[in-house]
């Protein structure tokens, strides 16, 4: 059974448009710089987990669309680009501090639905995401995945 995450991308850095815009509508989820996130894309995020696409710092933030991870963690090469505004001096290919994931758009969701509207929901008081955390991969449980679906109109 595949595992559930929430992996949040502000749109003007990275939106579910531009997943979709891609070759194969696919794409590295790459920059991500903490090591509970990174933890998570080494260790835990799995080919054929389901990802919510979440737009960040935005008027309405909410999940937007649904992803789903084709490749499971490996070693983040914008950290070894000097030119890349993710570089770390202290990771090498050798001994990668960073991980990412390849993830694929699945569709946009018939409707957002945002933060403002999950933080109503009794049922979903647990997820990480309202719990003030600002990690950018965060797992999702699935009844809470279920619950955001027919929020959506899934």
Excluded: C
């Excluded at 070759?23 to 991500?32: M, Q, S």
């Excluded at 710092?57 to 490749?71: F, K, S, T």
């Excluded at 390849?102 to 945002?114: A, H």
């Amino acid at each position: 059974m595949p595992n559930y995450w929430l992996f949040k991308s502000e749109p003007s850095s990275f939106s579910l448009d531009d997943l979709k815009s891609r070759p194969d509508a696919t794409e590295h989820w790459d920059g991500v710089r903490n090591f509970q996130a990174r933890n998570f894309l080494r260790d835990q995020v799995q080919v054929g987990d389901q990802v919510l696409f979440y737009h960040s710092n935005v008027a309405e933030p909410g999940v937007v669309g649904i992803a789903e991870v084709v490749r499971s963690g490996y070693p983040d090469f914008t950290a070894f680009d000097p030119n890349s505004k993710y570089f770390d001096p202290k990771s090498a290919p050798d001994k990668p501090t960073w991980y990412m994931v390849d993830v694929r758009f699945v569709r946009e969701l018939p409707r957002p639905v945002t933060l403002s509207e999950l933080k109503t929901i009794p049922e979903l008081g647990g997820m990480a995401l309202l719990n003030r955390s600002r990690l950018s991969i965060q797992p999702v449980r699935k009844d809470e995945w279920d619950r955001i679906m027919r929020l959506a109109g899934l």
